[in-house]
């Protein structure tokens, strides 16, 4: 069945660092999403990909759909203490499906 | 608008006794979801609801049923717990928009089972 992987599992990165997770798809997705989670917290969707090559910024964040619709990347610059979560990439279109996710702390 | 709703946040159950798990959505979504989250694990999914009336099987399903009692409410239950369901179990709910759509979450339900 269709497996979607993520690196790294961790990271921590000294405040002001950059910092990037990359999402594999076993198999060609029609759309990616991405996800925070805040430690003991829910996932809150951050933004949704949907065509090849497509890059969009929020802010400090920028997301990237690869061209052949299985991969994707969030990349931070300039990490601050409140990047602090768990980054998780899901695709699929009803039944969704996640990866691992991306640990990041951020030390002051 | 509350969003997504869940009760109960935190259950101990001993291992054989049941219970149900409530989720409530107030955004007038047509879709909701069952996930559990294991430590260092992604979510995965138990059961969903495409519409009110159907349900379909996840991909962890063994162990659960569910019921779309109506458009806003779609519970999870255990039968006969056991430790293996031990987890944090997160309801979503969302509305299909073009080629995708997002998903918004409770704040999840807290289950031991000793």
């Known amino acids: 069945g269709q497996q979607v992987m993520q690196i790294p599992q961790y990271q921590h990165v000294q405040e002001g660092e950059d910092f990037t997770t990359y999402c594999n798809s076993s198999?060609?997705?029609?759309?990616i999403q991405w996800y925070k989670q805040r430690p003991g917290g829910h996932p809150v969707f951050l933004i949704q990909?949907?065509?090849?090559?497509e890059v969009k910024k929020q802010k400090r964040l920028t997301f990237q759909f690869g061209e052949a619709k299985k991969n994707s990347s969030l990349h931070i610059t300039a990490t601050q203490t409140t990047d602090v979560g768990t980054y998780f990439c899901s695709g699929g279109y009803n039944k969704l499906i996640f990866g691992a996710g991306t640990r990041l702390a951020v030390h002051p | 608008n509350a969003g997504v709703t869940q009760t109960p946040k935190f259950q101990v159950l001993k291992t054989g006794q049941s219970m149900t798990l409530q989720c409530a959505q107030d955004m007038n979504h047509n879709s909701m979801y069952w996930y559990r989250q294991d430590p260092g694990m992604g979510l995965r999914l138990i059961y969903y609801?495409?519409?009110?009336?159907?349900?379909d099987k996840g991909e962890v399903p063994n162990g659960y049923n569910v019921s779309r009692l109506n458009k806003r409410e779609f519970s999870l239950r255990l039968e006969s717990a056991a430790p293996s369901q031990t987890s944090v179990y997160f309801c979503a709910s969302s509305e299909i928009r073009g080629q995708g759509y997002e998903q918004y979450f409770g704040p999840g339900t807290r289950l031991t089972v000793t």
């Open positions: 198999t060609t997705l029609s759309n």
């Open positions: 609801s495409a519409s009110e009336g159907t349900t």
């Open positions: 990909l949907v065509k090849s090559g």
